[in-house]
């Protein structure tokens, strides 16, 4: 399956206090860190197509540890970056 780039016209702006407040929402057993089920739940949320792919996608790119979960704040910073470049989802 190939998902399209986002173009400038797809891009999608939220704030940072409601880009906590999601990862809060699915964070479910409440440990701070996000898993991959979390992470699918999480891109749904944002309404993007194919969550669970996408979800896949990005944690081999943010997981900079290995341990199968996003964490910290230098995991959640390539996180922002990696919405925008991939999907024009802008933080701010």
């Known amino acids: 399956m190939v998902i399209p780039p986002y173009t400038p016209n797809d891009t999608t702006h939220i704030s940072m206090k409601r880009f906590k407040a ?3 929402e699915v964070d479910v057993n409440g440990d701070g860190r996000i898993n991959m089920h979390e992470l699918s739940e999480f891109l749904l949320r944002l309404g993007l197509s194919n969550p669970r792919w996408r979800a896949l996608l990005l944690m081999r790119q ?5 341990n199968h ?3 910290g704040k230098f995991e959640m910073k390539i996180l922002i970056k990696h919405l925008r470049e ?3 989802i802008v933080i701010s």
């Open 22 to 24: 999601l990862l809060k």
């Open 62 to 66: 943010v997981d900079t540890n290995g």
């Open 69 to 71: 979960t996003i964490e």
């Open 86 to 88: 991939l999907w024009g």
